[in-house]
């Protein structure tokens, strides 16, 4: 049995929550034992205890923005120290083989690896642009703790070797996999269109993801005016909510969305748990990130459920969509093409459905949720044999 500390930067059901989640619940347990310890109580912790799993809630400090200023350096260090040590004592006790740490923001996992003498696999999700400060802190510590540097995709990986850190050959790439069973064509919408006050028959373009500074909402809705004024009939729903600290971001989206001439037809719902059936209802799904999104959740669900997807040319997304076969991809941070590329699909029915089988197949066949468990499995089995 190899007993695993997953150590993650929070507790919602955002992408790398939901990976996270998934990969724990399929593990053969007859072969693992997974632990979780979270920084804070959530939808999260609900999903892992109701899936049996142990989890506990430790206030350790993740890294963010908030953090950036000399104050925030010292509290931020301070708890990395006081949690740290709680963490390496609950390491010990639950005799943990293999530390797994999800997200470059979680820095714990260099404590407790180096205390008590544990591998430590570090998963990086993140393209970090901004601040370049923080790109070559993160890049340099995943370099020196990390037993082993898992990245979910090639654009991740390029963009950790491009820092100068890192030994050639040295990060593994293991796509992330979604349940194609959960998320599939034939899931049911129809409560959505009640809820929304959508028409039957009346199109729906939309997204999922964090309201943050560049999951790209105001480009989607700057997209969405001139298709809502061509096409009368066409509704667009954004759905996501922000980080603790940051709600003032979804008042945002809220006034530009109310200065709108067609906001009887934008849709702003927050969070929400139903993302099975939000991606049946889509036609089409969007990802705006202004910034390079490394492999995002959101678009393997959406073509687990058959839909076809338009967003920006960079990051994962390069690889999950083949430009005209899944999908199209639009010229970075330009929300008139963004426009032009959804009006493409969304203007030829036979387009959209065949674009949208392909997205089904791809998923199947490059994305498996079965390989993905695979994989991290023979990987955790590889870190412990060699550590021994």
Known sequence: MINILYLHAG??????????????????KNKFKPYVVLPKDGVLVDALKGAGVDVAVIPYPIMRRKYFNPKGILQYGGGLLKYGKQLSKFAKEKHIDVIHTNTSAVLEGCRVSRACHIPQLWEIHEIIVSPKVMYKVTSKLIAKYATLTVTVSN???????RSGYFKPNSIKVIYNGVDANRFNPNNDSSYLRKEWN???????????????????QGDLLKAANSLLEKHKNLYVAFVGSAFEGEEWREKELKDEIARSPYKDRIIDSGYRKDAEGVHSLFDIFVLPSTNPDPLPTVVLEAMASGKPVVGYKHGGICEMVKDGYNGLLAEVNNPNDLAAKIDEV???????????????????????????????????EGLVRNHG
């Open 11 to 28: 507790a919602e059901m955002y992408g790398a929550d939901k990976v996270m989640f998934d990969l724990i619940r399929n593990l053969d």
């Open 155 to 161: 654009a991740v990986r390029d963009h950790l070797y």
């Open 198 to 216: 959508i028409p039957e028959g009346a199109p729906v373009v939309g997204m999922i993801g964090r309201v943050n500074r560049w999951k790209g």
């Open 346 to 380: 969304l203007s030829d029915d036979e387009l959209r459905k065949e674009m949208g089988d392909r997205s089904r197949l791809r998923l199947l066949e490059k994305f498996s949720y079965d390989s993905y468990v695979k994989n991290y499995s023979e990987t955790y």
